[in-house]
């Protein structure tokens, strides 16, 4: 394994540069993602209380909930994404079975959950575009490199 503290490692393959930016932009688009999603709280709160019959007050409660919970995992992931991107730039080549593991848990929690949406379809598309660059024989032949 190399010093985190090294610079980065020198001919950085055009594919591997590429997964790091849709890594980083599937991060930022959670994050933004949920930070828009507060601003629907009434709206959540309206379905909650039409959809199950709870009282305005529970619902409240219920949709600030859901959005804790959906903010909290926005940020886990988003952290989990950058920074096992970043580990594979340091060419520790686990990160990348790791940051793919990541992937593979959040995509198959999106299936799982039934819900689909626009926002739903670009998280599955970035990810598998960042996988894909992350796989491709340029990035395998460069972490296996000179360490």
């Given amino acids: 394994m190399t010093n985190t503290s ?12 590429a997964g790091l930016g849709l890594w ?6 959670l994050l933004v993602r949920a930070v828009i999603s507060w601003t629907d709280l009434g709206a ?10 709870l009282l305005p007050e529970r619902a409240e409660q ?3 909930d859901l959005l804790v919970a ?3 995992l926005a940020v886990v992931l988003a952290l989990g994404y950058a920074g096992l991107a970043w580990l594979v730039l340091r060419r520790h080549s686990w990160a990348r079975i790791a940051v793919s593991l ?12 039934g ?10 598309v970035l990810a598998a575009l960042a996988w894909a660059c992350f796989w491709r024989r340029e990035t395998s032949e460069w972490l296996a490199g000179d360490r």
């Fill in 6 to 17: 090294e610079p980065v490692p020198t001919g950085v393959p055009r594919t591997l540069r």
């Fill in 24 to 29: 980083a932009a599937l991060g930022v688009f």
């Fill in 44 to 53: 959540l709160r309206g379905r909650l209380v039409a959809a199950s019959g």
């Fill in 62 to 64: 219920l949709a600030r």
């Fill in 70 to 72: 959906n903010t909290i």
């Fill in 102 to 113: 990541l992937a593979v848990a959040h995509v198959l929690l999106l299936l799982l959950s």
């Fill in 115 to 124: 819900s689909w949406s626009a926002s739903n379809l670009i998280v599955l």
